[in-house]
Structure formats: C-alpha cells, structure tokens
Nanobody
C-alpha cells in the first residue's frame, strides 16, 4: 500500500501563487506516475497534471503555462506550483499515484492510490 499526504492548500487572491506538496510513504517502490487532480464544487474530479517516473508531463489545457508539476524521487514527493491563479481553479486538490508504466489514458480519470485532498480557494 501507498500513503499520500498533501499539504500547501489555502486561500489566495486571484493572480497569486500556491505550491502544493504530496509526500508518499509505504510501498513507494511500486509508484510510477504521480498526478494532481481537482474537484470543484458540483463538478466531477478532473486531471490537472501528471508526471511519470521518467519525467514526462501532461497538463490539462486549462492550466498549461500556469501550473508546473515536478517530483523529487529522493524525497518521494511530488509538487504542483500554481501561478496566476484564477477563481475557477478553486477546488479540492488530490494527489494520486499509480504503479503502471508510462502514460495511460486511464490517468484522465483514475490512479491506484489517492490522498485525502487539500482545499484551494481563489478569491476574485
């Protein structure tokens, strides 16, 4: 099993920045891809960004150029740097990890392991 713990959420004004962190523990040898998802009130959970063990990244169109996903394998941690935040970025952000190799279309909706989530609120 893999445990994921997110941190770094909070309240920020539009145009501001936040950095989310997600620390993995447990059976971390099984982790390949890691990602960030978000769920806005009344909406379905959506993929924000994914990074594979090889460092390849994929972003939702809505965050390209504003968000950056990165990982520190030595610390078993994945980050999401969020800049130029907009009110529509508000939601609960979830860290996720998967044992699959490379990129999979399944990652648009699901991964093997999930954190509890951290709330990001962007005020206008």
């Amino acid at each position: 099993q893999v445990q994921l713990v997110e941190s770094g959420g909070g309240l920020v004004q539009a145009g501001g920045s936040l950095r989310l962190s997600c620390a993995a523990s447990g059976s971390i040898f099984s982790i390949n891809a890691m990602g960030w998802y978000r769920q806005a009130p009344g909406k379905q959970r959506e993929l924000v960004a994914v990074i594979t063990s090889g460092g390849s990244t994929k972003y939702a169109d809505s965050v390209k150029g504003r968000f950056t996903i990165s990982r520190d394998n030595a610390k078993n941690t994945v980050y999401l740097q969020m800049n130029s935040l907009k009110p529509e970025d508000t939601g609960v952000y979830y860290c996720a990890a998967d044992s699959g190799t490379g990129w999979s279309p399944r990652y648009y909706r699901d991964m093997d392991y999930w954190g509890e989530g951290t709330l990001v609120t962007v005020s206008s």
